[in-house]
């Protein structure tokens, strides 16, 4: 077993391995997917100890919602990656968000929300935020552009970094000193960051949020999501709703996740060092207007990278001299890049940017021009296969 002090590499081989059998003294390696929907106890004993803990907020096995050992070794994986307290599992990315939002917030409230965050959350905030009597506003998230934001009842700032689509880097300890100034939690999905290259807990944030569908997972095959909080209070007060609203995710899903994030270190170095790759090649094309990659030397927030990441990943954006025309014809001539949502598997994936969606964004500066963006997720191919690829689907663009 690998003692607490050892490098988080180390670490997320060691954890959550399989304990031997008393009788055979004999295990195997990877801890089996521990499929159930109740629990039963050896004694009454065994049962009331379960059921106190509980009862303090302990992660405790009282019933098959919160699982049993597959599900703990992830919880003690996604504490290990972000230096969380806690960490509670959910079914998608995006209930980890919803997670965070209804176990924060109360009916009357106001929550600043970064305008570059995952589109979906201002969906949330429409269906459900809304109906409930809690106020989302919108702004750059940035110490100036939200001072003037913050009212009596504002609790919670909502951020993203880097933000979604663009991947600007936000600053965040400066957003935290903010936060704290105000007495507002600060929340951050760090989907991105993976808690692996990107660590918000150790910068100021309170509670951080991954899709570990993403990264973690690493190979497109399951949804997930995890909430991690360093603070017992807050850690508390999430433990309290994600019991009360039934989340609870299957043992099968979290042996994936287990699985998936054995190599995610190994992963994430060669997914970055592929986009860096692709960088390189599309900032000498003609059609390339901006490449939006913090790791990358031309991103203005290539010096916050520098600062607070360790590291890098996949995604990237580029703005392309295209019009929609051609940017269509372009992500359609892609062959090794598919056309899909989401991303942090093994494999390449494209998406062309709405321009509605990157209204949005105050980042964003429309140069009114024929101009497109469109998204790449860099996966694991050879770079001499992905590079010669953009560069005849970016020739069938132009072509026509
Ligand atoms: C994909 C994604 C989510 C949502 O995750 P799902 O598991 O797809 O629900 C949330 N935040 C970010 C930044 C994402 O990229």
Redesign the pocket.
Known sequence: MASNSSHIDTLLLHSGIAEFNPKTEAAPVALPSIRTSTVRFANMEAHDRAMQARGRGERAVTYGRAGMDTHAALEQVFCDLEGAHRAFLAP??????TLAFLALLNSGDHVLVADC??G??RYLDKIVLGRMGIEVEYCRATPEALESRVRPNTRMLYI?SPG?LLFEMLDIPALAEFAQRHGLVLVD?N??GAGYVYKPLGLGVDVS??????YIGGHSDL???AVMAKDPELARRINETHYAMGYSISADDAWLALRGVRTLPLRMRQHAANALEVCEFLAKRPETVRIFHPAYHGDPGHELWKRDCLGSNGMLAVELALNNQQARRFVDALELFSIG????GFESLTQLVEQSALKLHGYWQDSGADRSVVRLHVGLEDTRDLIADLQQALEAASAG
Do not use: R
């Not at 998608?92 to 968000?97: D, E, M, V």
């Not at 949502?341 to 942090?344: E, K, N």
């Open positions: 998608s990315g995006l209930s980890a968000i965050v995952y979906p959350v993203e979604s999905d989907t991105w949020v991954v899709a570990g569908t993403k949804m997930l999501g949502y989401s991303w942090g």
